[in-house]
């Protein structure tokens, strides 16, 4: 992944900052992974609630800080590119292999 963030790095707001060093000083949830609940409806109810429990954070005041949302936003370094710049998964290995990295 780093292999190619770094060949895409013409496409960054800052090609000059290295996208694995940056700091991320909000405390953000991204995402959760399964909650161990066995039948589907625990399943359905867990993941509205944590789709609930997420949103909320990201909103919620953090003293000293502020909103993570807001703080996200003020901070973003992304920008667009079209998915046709990105390789397939199989082709950026290929490439990385091609400039001696090694994929196991």
Do not use: C
């Not at 060093?21 to 359905?44: A, N, T, V």
């Amino acid at each position: 992944m780093l292999y190619m963030q770094e060949q895409l790095a013409e496409y960054r707001r800052n090609p000059s900052a290295p996208p694995h060093l940056r700091k991320h000083p909000q405390p953000r949830i991204m995402w959760l992974k399964g909650s161990g609940l066995k039948s589907m409806e625990g399943i359905q109810v867990s993941q509205v609630g944590m789709k609930k429990f997420v949103a909320a954070w990201n909103e919620h005041w953090i003293r000293g800080r502020g909103i993570p949302n807001v703080l996200m936003a003020q901070n973003n370094q992304t920008k667009p590119i079209d998915n046709s710049v990105v390789p397939a998964a199989n082709e950026a290995g290929r490439q990385y292999e091609e400039n001696g990295g090694t994929v196991q």
